[in-house]
T-cell receptor
């Protein structure tokens, strides 16, 4: 079946603009995660959804970052008033509590965000 | 709080060699441990997942082991090939539960030289 998809694959924006990143998880996966990978840094957790609710937003770096998930499926990560330090690859993953391999996370190809 | 460390940061081996990648974690109450591969400019591909109750998992030329008491996992790659060149990441859930965010090591960048 189809894997996790993300769009756009690349986004170049000017400092101060808002951007929206989209994630389509694997069909039926109840959990959805956003991570960020900056140049030379490891993978950093941002926010996690179980269904449409976000029990853990602790990784969001500032109030400029927000995310929502609707219909237990698609999620959008929004960054307002982008800054150059927001430049990174934003990765989305999903997992299913009902799978035999509990919490195995499957990742999308990522969105590479460049803030000029 | 779970912390994951991978050493070395980079490794270069000749084609055909068997090799071991190391992963250490601080909290032995580990739920599971997942190994990923990341090619340049790409997302992560799940290679193996070891549940807390398991000692090892195998897939083709890959074998991952888990030793909770010592806080270590290893990824063994047999008969390495140039196509194995990539960054290998290990990760564990932040808390001892399913469907929680992962804590990642910074990865080992593997180069297999033909």
């Amino acid at each position: 079946g189809a894997g996790v998809s993300q769009s756009p694959s690349n986004k170049v924006t000017e400092k101060g603009k808002d951007v929206e990143l989209r994630c389509d998880p694997i069909s039926g996966h109840t959990a959805l995660y956003w991570y960020r990978q900056s140049l030379g840094q490891g993978l950093e957790f941002l926010i996690y959804f179980q269904g449409n609710s976000a029990p853990d937003k602790s990784g969001l770096p500032s109030d400029r970052f927000s995310a929502e998930r609707t219909g237990g499926s698609v999620s959008t990560l929004t960054i307002q008033r982008t800054q150059q330090e927001d430049s990174a690859v934003y990765l989305c993953a999903s997992s299913s509590k009902t799978s035999g391999r509990y919490n195995e996370q499957f990742f999308g190809p990522g969105t590479r965000l460049t803030v000029l | 709080k779970q912390e994951v460390t991978q050493i070395p940061a980079a490794l270069s081996v000749p084609e055909g060699e068997n090799l071991v990648l190391n992963c250490s974690f601080t909290d032995s109450a580990i739920y599971n441990l997942q190994w990923f591969r990341q090619d340049p400019g790409k997302g992560l591909t799940s290679l193996l997942l070891i549940q807390s109750s398991q000692r090892e998992q195998t897939s083709g030329r890959l074998n991952a082991s888990l030793d909770k008491s010592s806080g270590r996992s290893t990824l063994y790659i047999a008969a390495s090939q140039p196509g194995d060149s990539a960054t290998y990441l290990c990760a564990s859930p932040r808390v001892d539960s399913g469907n929680t965010p992962l804590v990642f090591g910074k990865g080992t960048r593997l180069s297999v030289i033909a």
